[in-house]
């Protein structure tokens, strides 16, 4: 085999139960200015039910897309793009409004999937980690089968399909702010 055949050889798409992990995606500053965002939208509560207790993050603050700044869409559309190429998924769907989120003492996420039910059409789940883990303990992301810490630093970006089970473990001291962001494409089959 030539090299020039050797080169268009396609390599194989990542295994639906990688990660994706992009070191520091984002500036510490962009983080902050991302965090700033939610001063200005309507706060709620994030709450998982499991097993009659309730846990989640102490606040989200919902974003949509079409009032998020142009530069954080684009990355985010970029970097979706480029692990849908990685994972051979198609995400011809709208990105869906973001999600922001800020864990305190005490909460934390149960193991969930991120599609199904009305999200039916999620393909990937994206998510940014906004403050340093030197600002809080716990509040680890983690996946099953993976055991690598897979935030080590402010802007870390994690990507994902949608369909693995994932949670976040109790913070145990500080606050640990998120963006979430979802692609979409059509359903499997």
Not at 5 to 17: E, I, N, Y
Not at 99 to 108: E, P, S, T, V, W
Not at 114 to 130: E, I, P, Q, V
């Amino acid at each position: 085999m030539s090299a020039v055949q050797a080169a268009r050889v396609r390599q194989p798409a990542l295994a639906a139960t990688e990660v994706i992990r992009h070191r520091r995606a984002f500036s510490a500053s962009e983080c902050s200015t991302i965090i700033d965002l939610a001063d200005n939208l309507e706060a709620a509560k994030d709450q998982f039910q499991n097993y009659g207790e309730v846990r989640g993050a102490s606040t989200i603050w919902w974003l949509p897309t079409a009032k998020a700044p142009k530069w954080l869409t684009q990355r985010l559309r970029e970097l979706m793009r480029e692990a849908a190429a990685d994972y051979e998924f198609d995400i011809s769907l709208p990105m869906e409004d973001l999600k922001l989120m800020a864990y305190r003492c005490g909460n934390r996420v149960p193991w969930h999937v991120d599609c199904g039910g009305r999200a039916f059409t999620r393909k990937l789940t994206l998510t940014l980690l906004l403050s340093s883990p030197a600002t809080y303990n716990g509040g680890k992301l983690t996946l099953a089968n993976y055991s690598a810490d897979l935030h080590r630093d402010i802007g870390d970006v994690v990507i994902f399909p949608s369909f693995m089970a994932h949670k976040v473990t109790t913070v145990d001291r500080g606050t640990r702010h998120t963006l979430i962001a979802w692609a979409h494409g059509k359903p499997f089959r």
